[in-house]
């Protein structure tokens, strides 16, 4: 878990101690996304968990909307990088 948290920032960060930007966040929440999604797979009830999928999911909206007005050349990296769905 660990692996594939510095493995996003590294993917998308803009320099060496870059943690917190944009970019970073959109890679992030991805992760915990798709680690969500997995979960759902086995256990297809769990109403807690799909609570804090939804928020993520429109966190994560929300950052690559701003993302997408103020630098569409990360914004098309993003996507491209994570293969995400826009």
Not at 26 to 32: Q, V, Y
Not at 47 to 61: A, I
Request: proline share 1%.
């Amino acid at each position: 878990m660990i692996q594939k948290k510095k493995g996003a920032i590294k993917l998308l960060a803009i320099h060496e101690k870059d943690v917190g930007s944009t970019e970073v966040q959109i890679g992030l929440l991805t992760e915990k996304i798709s680690k969500l999604s997995e979960h759902f797979k086995n256990f297809k009830k769990d109403k807690h968990s799909t609570l804090g999928l939804t928020k993520s999911v429109n966190k994560r909206k929300k950052l690559l909307n701003y993302l997408k007005k103020r630098n569409p050349d990360s914004y098309q990296k993003v996507i491209k990088e994570l293969n995400i769905r826009k």
